[in-house]
């Protein structure tokens, strides 16, 4: 049977969440546990995040045998074989064509960054800056809304030839110490969200303007090309 998963995890522990040789990321540690349950499976995530970019809500689904009917004792099973940096909070029984990847509408990030002093407990949690113009950052992230080229706006390397996404919603709010960025989106980029952060926060500093970024993504010119570090990136919801 078909089961989907709802999970979270701290990816600085991790070399992002999708299989690689060095079995250091998030799926490998997935895998190893349904393999000491006897359960071998093949995981399709929602989507891929990076090195140090965590989850809230990251989602995948795999095959699993029929007489697992017990969902809440397969989640406590397998959540003991996990290493504690990795929570499975939720399971769901999905028809056999459901794919978490393909069938996914939206996807929701938050990017969370502090004036405050760093501490030796939120380090890889959350990233500093000096200062935060809340009035220009909130007007500034208004201009992602829409379908635009993103080219300018993702890891040069990347194996996406097609570099059109729509952004459906954007926020900016500040929660007691912590400002958020939020992005709404059908998909994303490689680096996409650092590099609009990024963006946004030289904007904050002064040092780049509202008209610049307009420029960059009309991608009349390449102005801006350094992403917001990636501790403070967060996949917050998958929406089906």
């Not at 799926?27 to 349950?37: G, Q, S």
């Not at 208004?142 to 300018?152: A, M, N, R």
């Not at 303007?209 to 967060?234: C, F, M, V, W």
Request: aromatic share 12%.
């Amino acid at each position: 049977m078909n089961l989907k998963f709802l999970i979270s995890y701290d990816g600085s522990l991790y070399k992002g969440s999708q299989k690689q040789p060095n079995n250091q990321t998030v799926e490998d540690k997935l895998l190893k546990a349904f393999k000491r349950i006897n359960i071998e499976t093949k995981i399709i995530l929602s989507g891929r995040t990076d090195k140090d970019v965590h989850a809230t809500g990251q989602v995948f689904n795999c095959i699993i045998p029929d007489f697992w009917t017990d969902f809440a004792k397969l989640k406590a099973t397998l959540n003991q074989q996990l290493p504690s940096s990795i929570r499975i909070h939720h399971i769901k029984k999905v028809a056999d064509d459901f794919h978490s990847r393909f069938h996914a509408k939206k996807r929701v990030y938050r990017y969370l960054v502090t004036t405050k002093n760093i501490t030796a407990f939120n380090n890889n949690f959350i990233t500093q800056v000096r200062n935060i113009d809340e009035k220009k950052i909130k007007e500034a992230i208004k201009e992602f809304i829409g379908v635009h080229d993103f080219e300018y706006f993702h890891k040069q390397g990347s194996d996406k030839d097609i570099t059109i996404r729509e952004v459906y919603d954007t926020k900016f709010y500040k929660y007691k110490d912590i400002y958020i960025f939020k992005f709404t989106a059908n998909s994303y980029l490689r680096s996409q969200i650092r590099l609009m952060v990024g963006f946004l926060l030289k904007i904050s500093e002064g040092k780049l303007s509202i008209e610049d970024l307009k420029t960059q993504l009309r991608k009349e010119k390449n102005i801006h090309r350094l992403p917001a570090l990636a501790n403070g990136l967060y996949l917050a919801k998958v929406i089906y």
